[in-house]
């Protein structure tokens, strides 16, 4: 009967509200990431990443991360290092802080993200002038 009338529902936002630790907070993780959902906290990564599982949803929705809070809302994919890459898109079941099988060897080098698009990305130094001059509309003609 209470899932007839959606007493269910209700009951779902209320525990949503109690996790994410109250109206506040539950405001500031819809606002970051687009959706509220409730799950197991799997394990926290060395940048403050957080990925979390719930079987309740279903399969390519049941796993997700909440960004560390000092990237803001500046958050990205190639913010996930390669060990958490592989669980979050199911190429393994066991996340890597249970996983003893995974080689680590001294000289590979630490994950860092895609700065692409951000004012620290990399731009090639060039030699040859450009071929094509930007309009300047307070420039004066000779």
């Not at 949503?16 to 990564?45: M, S």
């Not at 991360?65 to 803001?72: G, L, S």
């Not at 199911?90 to 004012?119: F, M, Q, V």
Request: hydrophobic share 30%.
């Amino acid at each position: 009967m209470a899932k007839f009338f959606g007493i269910n529902r209700v009951s779902k936002l209320f525990q949503i509200i109690r996790e994410a630790g109250g109206l506040k907070q539950t405001y500031l993780k819809l606002y970051r990431n687009d959706d509220l959902k409730i799950g197991t906290l799997v394990g926290i990564d060395k940048y403050g990443n957080k990925y979390f599982e719930n079987p309740y949803y279903f399969y390519g929705r049941n796993r997700w991360i909440e960004f560390a809070p000092h990237v803001n809302m500046d958050y990205d994919g190639s913010q996930i290092p390669a060990e958490w890459y592989g669980w979050m898109h199911y190429k393994t079941d066991l996340p890597p802080i249970r996983d003893g099988c995974r080689p680590t060897y001294k000289w590979i080098a630490d994950h860092s993200e895609n700065l692409s698009g951000t004012k620290d990305a990399y731009y090639p130094y060039s030699t040859t002038p450009n071929k094509i001059e930007a309009w300047d509309p307070k420039a004066k003609k000779e």
